[in-house]
T-cell receptor, first 114, second 118 residues
């Protein structure tokens, strides 16, 4: 079985400041890793994913995440946040051979203040 | 192309009733998964369908069921509703179920159906 822990339930930050949202996971098998974002009253949008290869993955809107196998972490970072980044962020894992059964963390609410 | 479409977006039911939610996947996608999102339990996997067959099932009681049609559209049903069934039900689709070498099998989520049980 897999488990995902997002260490911070809420992260307040001022606009243009850097931010890191932490994600640790536990799994006995190899997994794919994902970050999804959820805006109010909407579904989940894929932000970025780690499938294989380079451990640093980037999104088109400035977010990046680094897969650290030894620490079983997949932290999400952005060097300068905007008000529009205010949302809930979910880290998720999926075993390589388990269909589409994602295990999600509890979510981190990012609150960007002007 | 159109995304994952879920209907209805909002609905209110009373305890003991049943509800059916519908999901139309992205054109060409054959795998449909369902998730329940609640403030207390977070996001939990319900079940997954591929080629009209249930491939995986989460840890939910038998009151929760689903099916997939030949056109890949899916429905989920909850019978004998309880207050705790109030949640956002999310549907997601992907091309297939296999390994994610190219990203083609990464899930795309719909906007969800928000169920309130009174």
């Amino acid at each position: 079985a897999q488990s995902v822990t997002q260490l911070d339930s809420q992260v307040p930050v001022f606009e243009e400041a850097p931010v890191e949202l932490r994600c640790n996971y536990s799994s006995s098998v190899s997994v794919y890793l994902f970050w999804y974002v959820q805006y109010p009253n909407q579904g989940l949008q894929l932000l970025l994913k780690y499938l294989s290869g380079s451990t640093l993955v980037e999104s088109i809107n400035g977010f990046e995440a680094e897969f650290n196998k030894s620490q079983t972490s997949f932290h999400l970072r952005k060097p300068s946040v905007h008000i529009s980044d205010t949302a809930e962020y979910f880290c998720a894992v999926r075993p390589h051979n388990a269909g589409n059964m994602l295990t999600f963390g509890g979510g981190t609410r990012l609150m960007v203040k002007p | 192309k159109a995304g994952v479409t879920q209907t209805p977006r909002y609905l209110i039911k009373t305890r003991g009733q049943q509800v059916t939610l519908s999901c139309s996947p992205i054109s060409g996608h054959r795998s449909v998964s369902w998730y329940q999102q609640t403030p207390g339990q977070g996001l939990q996997f319900l079940f997954e369908y591929f080629s009209e067959t249930q491939r995986n099932k989460g840890n939910f009681p038998g009151r929760f069921s689903g099916r997939q049609f030949s056109n890949s559209r899916s429905e989920m049903n909850v019978s004998t509703l309880e207050l705790g069934d109030s949640a956002l039900y999310l549907c997601a689709s992907s091309f297939g179920q296999g390994r994610l070498h190219s990203g083609a099998n990464v899930l795309t989520f719909g906007a969800g159906s928000r169920l309130t049980v009174l």
